[in-house]
Nanobody, 114 residues
Framework: QVQLVESGGGLVQPGGSLRLSCVAS????????MAWYRQAPGKQRERVAM???????IYADSVKGRFTISRDNVKKTTYLQMNNLNPEDTAVYYC????????WGQGTQVTVSS
């Protein structure tokens, strides 16, 4: 059974930082491309960042230079380091992989507010 479990969300002031983690189980992690998505209230879910099994990365224009995606194949964990956060980054953040199928975590709330 595939599971993706996110953690690390919370309330942060504008300009602050958070690091999200996603622990995967039930997949051959080092072969999987991993991604972070987010969904703000009233908006469609959008991909924020992706890291391939070969460690290539892709970012949404809105987060380039502020967010960094990384992975630890030993810990089967994907990270999203988020710096210089602003209120427009407020959303539920989801971990995703399309390894054999489309799998999602339960999401973690990130709120940027003063």
């Amino acid at each position: 059974q595939v599971q993706l479990v996110e953690s690390g969300g919370g309330l942060v002031q504008p300009g602050g930082s958070l690091r999200l983690s996603c622990v995967a189980s039930g997949i051959t992690f080092f072969l999987a491309d991993m991604a972070w998505y987010r969904q703000a209230p009233g908006k469609q879910r959008e991909r924020v960042a992706m890291i391939t099994r070969g460690d290539s990365t892709i970012y949404a224009d809105s987060v380039k230079g502020r967010f960094t995606i990384s992975r630890d194949n030993v810990k089967k964990t994907t990270y999203l380091q988020m710096n210089n956060l602003n209120p427009e980054d407020t959303a539920v953040y989801y971990c995703n992989t399309r390894y054999n199928n489309d799998y999602w975590g339960q999401g973690t709330q990130v709120t940027v507010s003063s």
